[in-house]
């Protein structure tokens, strides 16, 4: 699915464009189970659509330095790894979308990538927002998103809930402050998952 013909809100005068972080969470809060699992996420063809909706609106995808080696590897090869409907349509897309990659470690990546973090993160992302262009979408992972909502700079939270409860895990929030979200919007995906889309109150 493509983004809609003509300019982004994100474009117009001098906004900033919005940092939207995109993760899919069990029920009882968690992003991975207790030993790494993340089979359970099930991408059905409403949530599918639904994603390259978002991705349609993004200029580039940020990625912390651990889901980074999960996306790098899987994505170059994706039609020798699986056959899902989804995974073949997206492979493409995410070969031709500019990356990010968020590390203090990294010196360089693969596929194109920038490295942004080893300076100073907060200075190197605001840089990023104020580009012209389209919205970023951090996907997945734990750390670079409590980094980055520590500094205030995600604007929009996109949580999928999915009917799971693994008992343990990697949670969505690691941070041990409180933080006050608006609910903007709901929406149900193939009679499975649900949006929880937040913006910081």
């Known amino acids: 699915m493509s983004a809609p013909a003509g300019a982004r809100p994100?474009?117009?005068g001098n906004a900033m464009r919005k940092?939207?972080?995109w993760v899919?969470?069990?029920v009882d809060g968690f992003i991975e189970g207790p030993n790494g699992e993340f089979d359970w996420p099930a991408m059905g063809p409403e949530l599918s659509a639904y994603s390259?909706?978002?991705?349609g609106r993004a200029d580039a995808c940020l990625y912390g330095r651990k889901v980074w080696g999960l996306m790098s590897y899987f994505w170059p090869r994706a039609e020798q790894l699986?056959?899902?409907p989804h995974d073949l349509a997206f492979a493409p897309v995410w070969r031709r979308t500019p990356k990010i990659v968020i590390s203090r470690t990294l010196e360089s990546a693969e596929y194109g990538a920038r490295v942004?973090?080893?300076r100073d993160l907060a200075a190197e992302v605001a840089e990023l927002k104020a580009e012209p262009g389209g919205e970023l979408?951090?996907?997945g992972g734990a750390g670079a998103a409590a980094a980055l909502t520590e500094l205030?700079?995600?604007d929009v939270y996109e949580v999928v809930v999915h009917p799971v409860v693994l008992g343990g895990g990697t949670p969505v929030f690691p941070g041990k402050e409180r933080l006050d979200l608006r609910l903007v919007e709901t929406r149900g995906f193939d009679g499975r998952s649900v949006l929880l889309r937040y913006e910081r109150a």
């Open 82 to 84: 699986s056959q899902h």
């Open 24 to 26: 899919h969470q069990s």
């Open 19 to 21: 940092l939207v972080y």
């Open 137 to 139: 979408l951090l996907t």
């Open 52 to 55: 390259f909706e978002l991705t």
């Open 152 to 154: 205030g700079l995600i």
């Open 10 to 12: 994100e474009q117009e």
């Open 116 to 118: 942004v973090g080893r």
